[in-house]
């Protein structure tokens, strides 16, 4: 009996803590468009999302809630064809003029020609980070995986589940570290032409309008922002806060060798290697280690 009722309240406990921390969102429960809801929609029991460019209007979708540390997962097929000036955003992003902000952004292509992969983060309002990469594989055939973690020590960018990118937390020597700010989902199809693919040259065309990026199975496995009080609960190394767990400080071996991979053959810009554009101030972060 008392076994019985001791586990009974383990679990009753865990499931209220592991509840408090965790999202199970899809785009129905956990999202709404903010711009051209006439022509985008959201479909399959919510797990499923398509926002739409045409010449009226972009448009594009938000989480109703903020988060601090954890997952943020999602399967994007990109606009596919000649998606050339356009940008398919999907990053999270706090308020405010110090605010902070992890990017993903996708630049559109003629048809044929690669996608850019475009990385930034931004900390206490501070950018200029941007790493770039194109993919090892064709992002409009079908559904792939981008995923932002992160937890107290470390951001990593996820694609396909290998790590593309690292922002390891050097705040102890003065680098801004984005854990102080609870952050929103954001995701939108825009038009860029006048910077996006190469450069600004190459314009939208829009007979090839209407436009469209799919979604699907947008999760948060993250914590619930809360204001100022959840920088301590949402950074407790306890059970529910399974990203402040020892296997989460850092890649595995096999981790850090497909960031290599990565950074070896599809890196093709890096703010820390561009001397000219910062006239030799290098950011901080450039000379700590990244792995
Ligand atoms: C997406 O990638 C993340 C990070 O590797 C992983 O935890 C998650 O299970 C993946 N989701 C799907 C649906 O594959
Ligand atoms: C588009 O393709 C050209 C030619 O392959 C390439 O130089 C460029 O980086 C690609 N991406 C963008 C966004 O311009």
Known sequence: MATSRALFMAIFVFAIAFHSSVVSANFRKSMYFNWGAQHSSISGNGDDAQLVLDQTSGSGIQSKR??????????IKLVPGNSAGTVTAYYLSSTGAKHDEIDFEFLGNSTGEPYTVHTNIFTQGQGNREQQFQLWFDPTASYHNYTIHWNPTEVVWYVDSIPI???????????????????????????????????????????????????????????????????IQCALPTRPNW??????????????GQL?????????YNYCTDVKRF????????????Y
């Open 279 to 290: 006239k030799g101030q290098m950011a901080p972060e450039c000379s700590k280690p990244q």
């Open 66 to 75: 903020a988060f601090l540390f954890g997952s943020i997962e999602m399967l």
């Open 165 to 231: 990118r690292v922002f390891r937390n050097y705040q102890s020597e003065g680098i801004g570290y984005p854990n102080q700010q609870g952050m929103r989902v954001y995701s939108s199809l825009w038009n860029a032409d006048n910077w996006a693919t190469r450069g600004g040259l190459v314009k939208i065309d829009w007979t090839a309008a209407p436009f469209v990026a799919n979604y699907r199975r947008f999760r948060a496995r993250a914590c619930k922002w809360n204001g100022p009080v959840s920088i």
């Open 243 to 256: 990203w402040t767990s020892p296997v989460y400080k850092q890649l595995t071996t096999s981790q850090q």
């Open 260 to 268: 290599k991979w990565v950074r070896d053959n599809h890196m093709i």
